[in-house]
C-alpha cells in the first residue's frame, strides 16, 4: 500500500506499442483499469484487440510502452511472472490440451500460480471452479470430445481456478448460444461481485453493454474512445470503424 488516499488503478498501460515488422498492431495506447470493475474492449478484426492482451500478459513483445499492476513496474518481466502477479487470460482460439481429461486441463491452471498462492489453494478449487462454470459432469472427458462452447468453459475454468486479480477474455462467448452467453455474462458478474476485476473483448454489442461497466473503442491499433458503454457504443469514430463495417460484413 502506498500512502496516498487514492489507491493506484490495478492496471496501467502508457503508450503502448506492438508492432510485428511494419504492421503496427498496437501504436500508442494508454488505458487505465481500476479494481472491481468490467471494462470491454471494441474494434472491428485486426484493430489490436488480442495484441494488447498479449501485450499485457507478455506473450507479444513490446515495441514501446509502459506497465504497472497494482502501481508496480512490471514492463520487464516474462510471462510466468505476470501470472504469479495475478493476472490470468482465456484464448480467443482455444488452448485445451488434448489428451488430458476437462479436469486436468483445469488443474493446469493451478501450476501456473506463485508458489506462495498455490499453498493457500487445495486441490478441491479445482471442483468449486468446475461446478461453478457448469462442467463437472463432463470432467473425465476430452476437450475434442466436446463443443465448442463447453471448451470455452473449461477455459474459463482453468483461467480463474487460480483466484487471479485480473481476468483477461478474449472473445469467451464466441461459438456459443444466447442462453450460454447469458450464463458467461452472469458469470462475469459473479466474479466482479467478489472483486474480480476484467477485460473482456467480445464482438457481441450487446453483451458488452449488459455486462461492462467502461468500454473502450480501438481501431488500427489506436484508441479511438472510451467512456461509459452507451456512449462508446454512439460514438461517431466507433460506429464508423466497428459498426458500419460489421455491418458491411454480415
Ligand atoms: N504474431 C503476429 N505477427 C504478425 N502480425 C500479427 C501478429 N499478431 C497479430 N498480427 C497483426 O496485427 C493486427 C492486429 O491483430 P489482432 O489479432 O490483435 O486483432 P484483433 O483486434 O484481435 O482482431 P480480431 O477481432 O479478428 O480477433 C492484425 O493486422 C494482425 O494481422
Ligand atoms: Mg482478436
Redesign the pocket.
Known amino acids: 500500500m502506498t500512502s496516498s488516499d487514492t489507491p493506484s488503478p490495478l492496471l496501467e498501460l502508457t503508450d503502448i506499442a506492438v508492432h510485428?515488422?511494419g504492421?503496427k498492431?498496437?501504436d500508442g495506447v494508454t488505458i487505465s483499469l481500476d479494481e472491481g470493475l468490467i471494462y470491454g474492449i471494441m474494434?472491428?478484426?485486426?484493430?489490436?484487440?488480442?495484441?494488447?492482451l498479449g501485450a499485457v500478459t507478455r506473450l507479444?513483445p513490446l515495441t514501446r510502452g509502459e506497465m504497472k499492476f497494482d502501481g508496480t513496474q512490471f514492463t520487464k518481466v516474462r510471462p510466468h511472472q505476470v501470472a504469479h502477479l495475478g493476472v490470468a487470460r482465456t484464448f480467443?482460439t482455444v488452448r485445451l490440451i488434448d489428451d488430458r481429461t476437462v479436469r486436468d486441463n483445469v488443474l493446469l491452471g493451478l501450476d501456473t500460480v506463485s508458489r506462495r498462492r498455490r499453498r493457500e489453494l487445495p486441490d478441491s478449487a479445482v471442483d468449486e471452479v468446475m461446478e461453478r462454470v457448469g462442467i463437472t459432469a463432463i470432467q473425465r472427458v476430452r476437450p475434442s470430445e466436446l463443443s465448442y462452447g463447453m471448451q470455452r468453459r473449461v477455459e474459463i475454468a482453468r483461467a480463474i481456478v487460480g483466484k487471479p486479480r485480473l481476468l483477461l477474455l478474449d472473445?469467451p462467448t464466441a461459438g456459443m448460444n444466447t442462453a450460454e452467453r447469458d450464463e458467461v455474462s452472469e458469470l462475469m458478474r459473479a466474479l466482479q461481485s467478489e472483486g474480480l476485476t476484467q477485460l473482456l473483448?467480445e464482438?457481441d454489442v450487446a453483451m458488452m453493454v449488459d455486462v461492462c461497466d467502461y468500454l473502450f473503442g480501438?481501431n488500427q491499433?489506436e484508441l479511438i474512445a472510451q467512456g461509459k458503454p452507451a456512449a462508446v457504443v454512439a460514438d461517431k469514430a466507433v460506429r464508423e470503424s466497428y459498426l458500419g463495417k460489421q455491418a458491411g460484413d454480415a
Do not use: D, I
Open positions: 510485428f515488422g504492421v498492431a498496437v474494434g472491428s478484426n485486426g484493430s489490436g484487440k488480442s495484441t494488447l507479444n480467443q472473445e473483448v464482438h480501438m491499433g
